[in-house]
């Protein structure tokens, strides 16, 4: 009968795969993965012991991270071919060897041998809860809209593109990696003006801007002669000399008083087109500052790395308010699409609260 240890290893065991199996949507071979796991455990041991690493005895590989190496270690090998072949490749000692042997030497480097980072807060600090809640409560919302509106669907992916970057720019902040925060909110400045505009400068627009994804990778369209053709046309029709620009931002032509303004008031750039369609050019100093470091500069090892993560925490929140204040019009027009209206009135109730939390985070950071 197995002793207490070996249960809770057990549970631990099947608890994990579970979570991995729904994280993934895939049915596991417990069998074969619970007899690798068995055996990476004791070739982790014996590579610790080959390289002279000695851990304290709280120091080693979670049982949970040995579960999840090796669960994607076999199916990044397998998930592409078909269930004959992964049984097969099961059987084989020489991919079982290679198995064991490899997940052991990623552990112990991976988990050992890492040198990481030092960041200014973790993934359980509240600054970071508080961004991951607000950014995971609004997906789940978002996830309960069900329909064949195309404007709903279209507006529907872009909400949550924007809100799994604003997940990883707070999981480089965790991780202390301030810089590569920062650029990365630059791209979702750029995602949160579109959404602004898309959102508030009539239906219409939003269908002329898919329209204009034609012109996107030319390369290898099939009809890439005919596209380009009107591409020429729709250039010489607005009156466009920058074809790069045209491509980038030519579906701000279809913005009303746009062309009247062209040259003026407005350009085919970010600064002079996007973002001040979307009414945000007051911010342009910030994405001018983030622009700085998106190639390596001096500016990357002069600033130091705390003011990198004040910037993003604070840029981040603004962007937030922005996109949910445009998510909360999405939801109140789309309501009865949703197949639980009811969470959807909820969401409208709470989401300030959850803004507020962030606030609040904030003003403590900015008194640091």
């Not at 993560?309 to 699409?337: D, G, H």
Request: with cysteine; glycine share 4%; charged share 25%.
């Amino acid at each position: 009968m197995p002793n207490l240890i070996d249960r809770m290893e057990e549970n631990l065991f099947s608890a994990q795969l579970a979570r991995l199996a729904r994280a993934t949507s895939c049915e596991p071979h417990t069998e074969f993965l619970r007899e690798m796991f068995t055996l990476v455990r004791k070739q982790y041991v014996e590579e610790l012991r080959r390289r002279g690493i000695r851990l304290h005895p709280l120091s080693g590989a979670r049982l949970d991270e040995i579960v999840s190496y090796v669960f994607y270690y076999h199916r990044f090998h397998t998930a592409h071919l078909p269930p004959e072949t992964v049984e097969k490749l099961e059987q084989d000692e020489n991919y079982r060897n290679v198995l064991v042997r490899d997940v052991a030497v990623y552990i112990v480097i991976n988990e050992h041998l890492n040198v990481e980072k030092r960041s200014n807060t973790s993934s359980y600090s509240p600054e970071i809860a508080a961004y991951n809640m607000a950014c995971s409560y609004s997906l789940f919302t978002l996830g309960t809209f069900r329909g064949a509106d195309r404007r709903m669907l279209g507006m529907n992916n872009l909400f949550k593109k924007a809100l799994v970057t604003a997940k990883s720019i707070v999981a480089l902040l965790a991780a202390g990696n301030s810089c590569d925060a920062v650029i990365l909110w630059r791209h979702l400045h750029e995602l949160e003006c579109v959404l602004i505009v898309l959102g508030t400068k009539g239906e219409e627009l939003f269908f002329d801007y898919v329209r204009h994804m034609e012109f996107f990778d030319l390369e290898h369209n099939p009809d890439a002669e005919a596209v380009q053709e009107r591409l020429a046309e729709e250039c010489k029709k607005y009156g466009i000399k920058e074809r790069n620009a045209y491509i980038n931002y030519g579906w701000l032509v279809h913005l009303e008083g746009f062309c009247e303004g062209y040259g003026k008031e407005y350009r085919l750039n970010f600064k002079d087109g996007l973002q001040k369609a979307a009414g945000q050019s007051a911010r342009h100093a910030a994405y001018a500052s983030a622009s700085k470091i998106l190639h390596p500069s001096a500016w990357v090892v002069a600033i130091r790395d705390d003011k990198f993560y004040k910037f993003t925490v604070f840029e981040l929140f603004r962007s937030l308010v922005n996109i949910v204040a445009q998510i909360k019009e999405y939801i109140a027009r789309y309501r009865e699409a949703s197949v639980r209206p009811g969470e959807c009135d909820a969401y409208l109730r709470t989401i300030d609260g959850y803004l507020g939390m962030i606030a609040r985070n904030n003003k403590v950071i900015a008194s640091r």
